[in-house]
């Protein structure tokens, strides 16, 4: 018999007369994990003293359950605060020479598109984006970035594209690329709680963010380096840490900046356990699978089809391109009390459905009643 777990929207302080449905962007921190973190912050007023002696072990703690949750050497997992801290700094880490080319695809982040501009400027090297098709399989995204690695320095590859929740084959690529002396950077940010192990492809960098679907307060994020790179492997910010040999408490004490986040991010992995996650999973990708499928009837569309799309992520169509997504979003937001984001691909707009313990399909059904009309 299949177990049907129940929604949790009560381990949320979400505002419950509106609907969310974009936990891929900013994540949902639970009231357990909140309360936490509002004790570590009142026990650091009290007496900060007290509270920066005790930071390393308990940063230490901390560290060590974010690792195994993706089951990562521990040795070579660094504490950052968002993918985008873990991708710059493999950039200050990886050698570009000039003349060489970094590698990325299509589906890249733009943030870590931005990272990767700014090392290619300073270094007079080449960004060179591969072009891949929404519906590429993984032989066809092997096929189309294979000659691209000719003379390349780095190759920059999302594990979950933010664009468009599709999963790219890694560890093929990260083989590919090691066969030509190529390190591989993963951006990561929506692969923890979404795909089991997702460090253990081999990439020389891989990092991930902790805010978004395993719920964690934000500023929480991994970086995970390979054996090669770490010595070499630096924070961003030069701090008291310099000099550690050891990499993860080089990356750990970044002078007074806000550890509590980090500290308290254990127990949003202890509210996914008790969630029963590995069960839940499938069953919110069900749910958002006939969401969407709802939606993009109510609008005359259809649902983006991809060949590994990313468990409770999905792409709906939208039937005219929307040139400026940001007043839209906020538009819809105000007039229907409904939280969405919305992403492009070649050529065309979609909306980008979540779904987390807090959704019902209730959700998708309102969501199914209120876009038709605003894009009338």
């Not at 990272?115 to 995204?141: F, H, K």
């Not at 819809?332 to 707009?349: A, D, K, N, P, V």
């Amino acid at each position: 018999m299949v177990t049907v777990l129940s929604p949790r929207p009560d381990l949320w302080s979400l505002d419950p007369a509106v609907v969310h449905l974009n936990h891929g962007s900013w994540g949902a921190v639970p009231r357990r994990t909140q309360e936490v973190l509002s004790a570590l912050r009142a026990e650091a007023e009290a007496n900060p003293m007290r509270w920066f002696r005790s930071v390393p072990e308990r940063l230490t703690a901390a560290r060590l359950e974010l690792a195994a949750f993706l089951d990562a050497d521990p040795a070579g997992f660094a504490l950052v605060a968002n993918a985008s801290a873990g991708i710059t700094a493999a950039f200050a880490t990886v050698p570009i020479s000039t003349g060489t080319r970094i590698v990325t695809t299509s589906h890249v982040y733009g943030a870590s598109r931005y990272a990767a501009e700014r090392v290619a400027r300073a270094r007079g090297a080449e960004l060179y984006v591969v072009d891949l098709p929404m519906q590429a399989d993984d032989d066809t995204v092997v096929a189309l970035i294979e000659p691209a690695l000719v003379g390349a320095s780095a190759l920059l590859v999302d594990h979950v594209s933010a664009a468009t929740g599709a999963i790219l084959p890694i560890a093929r690529l990260v083989e590919l690329a090691h066969d030509r002396d190529v390190p591989v950077i993963v951006d990561g940010a929506h692969a923890p709680a979404l795909i089991d192990a997702p460090t253990g492809d081999g990439a020389d960098f891989w990092t991930g963010n902790f805010h978004k679907w395993p719920a964690a307060p934000r500023a929480t994020a991994g970086l995970v380096v390979a054996e090669r790179w770490r010595t070499a492997s630096y924070p961003l910010i030069t701090s008291w840490s310099e000099y550690d040999e050891r990499l993860p408490e080089r990356f750990d004490m970044q002078g007074t900046q806000d550890y509590a986040a980090w500290i308290a991010a254990p127990e949003s992995l202890r509210v996914l356990a008790e969630l029963e996650w590995a069960v839940r999973r499938p069953q919110l990708t069900a749910m958002l699978e006939e969401g969407a499928a709802l939606v993009a009837k109510a609008l005359g569309t259809s649902v983006g089809e991809l060949a590994n799309p990313a468990p409770t992520l999905r792409l709906v169509e939208l039937p005219s391109v929307i040139a400026d997504a940001e007043p839209f979003k906020a538009r819809f937001s105000r007039e229907h009390q409904i939280e969405i984001t919305l992403t492009g691909y070649e050529g065309r707009s979609y909306l980008r459905l979540s779904a987390h313990a807090y959704n019902t399909p209730e959700c998708y059904r309102k969501l199914s009643v209120a876009l038709p009309k605003v894009l009338a």
